[in-house]
């Protein structure tokens, strides 16, 4: 990106301790956006970039990011398929690859995936240290593959193993690692994520949010407290990117963001980017300007070529009173939540490193 915009919010995540991008999922766009923040805030003391992704299961793509690029984590997606989010597109693993090679830490704060069980475990395989802890994983990875295999075959989730390991599978793994080891901090993650998966399908949505945010808060402050010097560029969904209370009703993780800043003496920058047009692999084109668009407040005739960028922190005194904010309240939610609203022409939907099954 160029032009006066891009020197704006340049200038501004320059100033920030921590810039969030509040993105919709699976696009190209949000990508260059991410690479272009990366390429110029290296040098700003942004060390850090955070992923809506597992902790244990970006450590393991972040290792093969470091040993060959690209293509080491893609070789990773397609020998554990479905087992990690987002990452699995080609336009993500590059741009987690890209920020990998340039020496950035890359954090997942994220629930883990429900498959990433096949990938965790083994990782965990490789460090295993006796017999005892050897058998305890190889029978879990076992099960995992199996619950896999079950669905690919029938599109059924019923035996993964985030639904089928039971107490006594837990407690055998996390016997075979001593407390407070990395490894062992890995099973209790796969654990939380258990918890978190099963609240949502008995129904308790909001139970599952709560427990799924609060363990996304707790690992982006331990990440901190551990490199408190570090800024940190966050590229996650747009619900959980703004400040305030998300569309889950949770003070969520971009408002927890924006109060860590505050307590290190500095600011947060959140950045929401949408575009007016998806355009599919087949080139069919659907207008994403609707009447529940906020792009719709901020869409002129003969700019639809034209990325545009809307200073939202400056409509606040005007959003705050009572009349226009009765009046206009997606747009007062909109302005309080984020600084900016990045307008592109469109998103392209990024390409899956592994066929998704229809």
């Not at 969030?20 to 942004?46: D, M, P, Q």
């Not at 994983?137 to 076992?142: P, T, V």
């Not at 209370?245 to 950045?271: C, I, T, W």
């Amino acid at each position: 990106m160029s032009g006066p915009g891009a020197d704006i919010l340049l200038g501004h995540a320059r100033d920030s301790e921590f810039t969030l991008i509040g993105e919709s999922h699976g696009n190209r766009e949000t990508c260059s956006v991410g690479s272009w923040f990366l390429e110029n805030l290296k040098g700003a003391g942004y060390k850090a970039f955070v992923t809506e992704t597992g902790p244990s299961s970006t450590s393991v793509l972040l290792d093969a990011a470091k040993d060959r690029g690209l293509e080491g984590v893609a070789q990773t997606i397609r020998e554990t398929p479905f087992s990690v989010a987002f990452l699995n597109h080609k336009e993500e693993a590059a741009l987690f690859a890209h920020a990998a090679t340039m020496g950035y830490e890359c954090w997942g704060i994220d629930q883990e995936f429900m498959g990433s069980p096949r990938l965790i475990l083994g990782a965990l395989k490789q460090r295993a240290e006796t017999e005892t802890a050897r058998t305890a994983i190889n029978s879990a990875l076992e099960n995992a593959w199996d619950g896999f295999k079950h669905y690919a075959q029938t599109g059924s989730r019923e035996k993964a193993f985030m639904f089928t390991a039971g107490a006594g599978q837990w407690n055998q793994l996390l016997e075979v690692f001593d407390a407070g080891s990395n490894e062992r901090k890995m099973i209790e993650q796969l654990l939380i994520s258990q918890r978190i998966y099963g609240m949502y399908h008995k129904g308790d949505f909001f139970k599952s949010n709560s427990l799924r945010i609060d363990f996304m808060k707790r690992m982006f402050s331990e990440r901190i407290q551990a490199s408190p010097d570090c800024r940190v560029l966050l590229k996650i969904g747009s619900a959980h990117a703004g400040r305030g209370y998300s569309p889950f009703d949770q003070l969520d993780v971009g408002n927890h963001a924006a109060e860590m800043a505050f307590a290190r003496g500095g600011k947060s920058l959140h950045v929401l980017v949408l575009a007016r047009k998806l355009i599919e692999s087949d080139g069919k084109a659907t207008d994403l300007v609707s009447e529940t668009s906020p792009i719709r407040h901020f869409s002129q005739p003969g700019n639809e070529s034209e990325s545009q960028l809307f200073h939202l922190a400056e409509l606040r005194s005007i959003l705050a009173e009572s009349k226009t904010k009765t009046a206009y309240p997606e747009l007062s939610n909109l302005a309080f939540r984020y600084d900016f609203l990045l307008v592109l022409p469109e998103f392209h939907p990024s390409e899956p490193l592994v066929p998704i099954p229809k």
